[in-house]
Each structure stands twice: as structure tokens, then as C-alpha cells.
């Protein structure tokens, strides 16, 4: 695998900067992924880089700019103790790509999609691995509909500094598939299948993407967040009836919204599986690092959903509050 990356746009004008005919079975029925870009190289962005790292024949572009794209060019990644050198390219340099995925934080998205004209070429398909209900819908809304591939993906990781490690044998990996989709569009499944089967990615087809997005962003909420309000480990909810507690609570009220929305969530809280006990999710991660967290896509879009369906999520709204003031004084708001 040899690696590559890609200029600025604003989100308003990233529609109309992409010119070329909507997709078409035919036109993309025998495509062969071979130019992925990568944007954003944090966790998720590091076990895709190790998954192709021996895939043979591709480019893989990490699209980034300015200091951050100097700094990568630079420094690299470190995953599990092995440096990994990184090919970087602003977004104009790339060119189009036949896969773009975006792993940045979610409240990095506006600039990620800012990204995306000079990639997009007429048979793009792009995977949106971010957490939350909405980010494939946001992309959309800019690139069009016809490039967006539903996606979901899990994984357990230690991110210290300029290292992030993962134990393989313990990633859950990525889910995709096609929302609403029809026979001419199976040919993007085909596609990605065909790639995926040549890296060391675990992946499986989803007959309900949507669903699963839904599992994680609630699985993330329940699991993620009272290890954060009480500064445990995975163990909170192997030793502690008080942690499962908050968890089965936190998932209930998202299974509540989901419902409003269609959507149906199992009754019982779903534990992530498999992970050590002293497993740290990724919002105790930045908050013990001093790091402003996801808290605002987890339980602040919640919130918001609640609040448009007249649903009422007391546990949700302390657990956002909680998080919130934590990071307030790891700012030193009150020193």
C-alpha cells in the first residue's frame, strides 16, 4: 500500500463545486477500489491505516491541511508501538478518489466536508465513521445522496499522545450498508465487500444500517458516559449494580427517542462485549487528558431530539450537565 492526502471550500458551496452526472449502475457497476483517501487520523483513522497497511495495489491518501497536514507529513502515527509513515496531501493535490472516510470528531464534520469537492469524482463512495444519528445525512446534504454509503464502526482504543493502541482480536469492526437500497445500487457493496476482503479490516453487511447506528449511538450514551461521570472503568458494569443501573437508564430514554423516530432498540442495555475491565472509552479518555469531549453529539443531540418528540430524559440531561462542568474545570474555569 503506498499512502496519499487533499483545499479548502466552504459547506455552502460544496455542492455546487462538484460537477459531474449523478451515479449510475452502470458507470459504476465494475468499479475497483484502488484511491482511498482517509480524513482524519485519530482512532478510527488509525485502525484504517493499519487494516490496508499490506492491501496490496492502493493509494491511501490522509486528506488534511495547514499545520495539521504538516505535522502528520512530519511525525506520522504510531499504532501498537510501530511507526507508520503518513502520505499527506492537501485537497486540491488528491484529486478524485474512489473512497473517501471520514473519522475526524464529530464536531469536525463542517470542516471534513469542506474537504470533499475536489475528491469527489463520479462514482465516490463515501463511509461517514463518526459517532452520532446524522453525520451520513450532513454529508449528503452537500455531496448528494448517491456517494453516501451508511456505515458503523466499533473498536476499543488507548489513545496516549501521538500513539494509539487497539488489541485486533478484541475490534467489533465496521458495518455498511445501503439505507432504502435498490438492486442498481448493489454494485457499491460489491465494491467496498471486494476491497474490505483485501485488508485486515473486520467488516460484515448490515441488513439494517440504521438501525445498528442507532445501537452504537445508544451503546455509546449507556456504556461511554457513566464510566465518564464516575471515572471507572469497564469493570463499572461488571461489579457494580449502581453502574448498570445508569446505563439500563440512559439506554431506556434513547430507546424511547429512537422509537419516536421508528427505530427499535432492544429493552435491555447493551453492554459493549468483550472488553477488559479496565477498558476507559474514549469520553473518560479526553476528559482525563484535559480534552473537551463528544458529549455534545452523545447526549446534547439527544436533548434535542427529546425535546422535538415531547419526550422527557432526566438521566440524559444530568449526565449532560455532569460532563459539561467537567470540562469546565479541566479549562480551569474555576481556579
Known amino acids: 500500500m503506498k499512502y496519499r492526502s487533499c483545499c479548502p471550500s466552504t459547506r455552502s458551496n460544496v455542492r455546487r463545486a462538484i460537477d459531474h452526472d449523478r451515479f449510475s449502475h452502470e458507470e459504476g457497476a465494475d468499479l475497483k477500489i484502488r484511491r482511498i483517501a482517509l480524513i482524519g487520523v485519530g482512532a478510527v483513522g488509525a485502525y484504517l491505516i493499519w487494516s490496508f497497511e499490506r492491501t496490496a495495489d492502493i493509494t491511501l491518501t490522509v486528506v488534511a491541511e495547514g499545520a495539521r497536514a504538516e505535522r ?148 455509546n450514551i449507556a456504556n461511554n458516559l457513566p464510566q465518564a461521570v464516575i471515572g471507572a472503568p469497564a469493570g463499572l458494569y461488571l461489579k457494580s449494580e449502581h453502574g448498570v443501573f445508569l446505563a439500563q437508564k440512559l439506554w431506556s430514554e434513547v430507546a424511547a427517542v429512537a422509537a419516536a423516530k421508528g427505530i427499535h432498540l432492544a429493552k435491555d442495555v447493551l453492554i459493549f462485549p468483550g472488553q477488559s475491565p479496565s477498558a476507559r472509552y474514549s469520553t473518560l479518555q479526553d476528559l482525563e487528558a484535559g480534552r473537551h469531549t463528544e458529549i455534545d453529539i452523545f447526549a446534547g443531540h439527544m436533548l434535542r431530539m427529546a425535546e422535538e418528540a415531547g419526550i422527557s430524559v432526566p438521566y440524559c440531561e444530568y449526565t449532560f450537565h455532569v460532563i459539561k462542568a467537567i470540562e469546565e474545570k479541566n479549562d480551569g474555569l474555576f481556579d
Do not use: C
Open 72 to 219: 502528520l507529513k512530519r511525525d506520522g502515527i504510531i499504532i501498537n508501538g510501530i511507526h507508520y509513515p503518513l502520505y499527506v496531501q492537501e485537497p486540491s493535490q488528491a484529486g478524485p478518489q474512489d473512497l473517501i472516510f471520514i473519522s475526524t470528531k464529530y464536531s469536525a464534520l463542517d470542516e471534513a466536508v469542506a474537504m470533499l469537492p475536489p475528491l469527489i469524482g463520479p462514482d465516490t463512495l463515501v463511509l461517514s465513521l463518526l459517532n452520532g444519528v446524522d453525520s451520513e445525512d450532513r454529508v449528503a446534504q452537500a455531496v448528494g445522496p448517491e456517494h453516501v454509503v451508511h456505515s458503523v464502526i466499533r473498536i476499543a482504543s488507548q489513545r496516549t499522545g501521538a500513539e494509539v493502541r487497539f488489541d485486533p482480536d478484541r475490534v467489533i469492526g465496521l458495518s455498511f450498508g445501503l439505507q432504502g437500497a435498490r438492486t442498481e445500487e448493489r454494485w457499491k457493496l460489491e465494491a467496498l465487500s471486494a476491497l474490505f476482503a483485501e485488508s485486515r479490516l473486520r467488516w460484515q453487511l448490515s441488513n439494517d444500517i440504521v438501525t445498528d447506528i442507532w445501537l452504537k449511538y445508544a451503546s
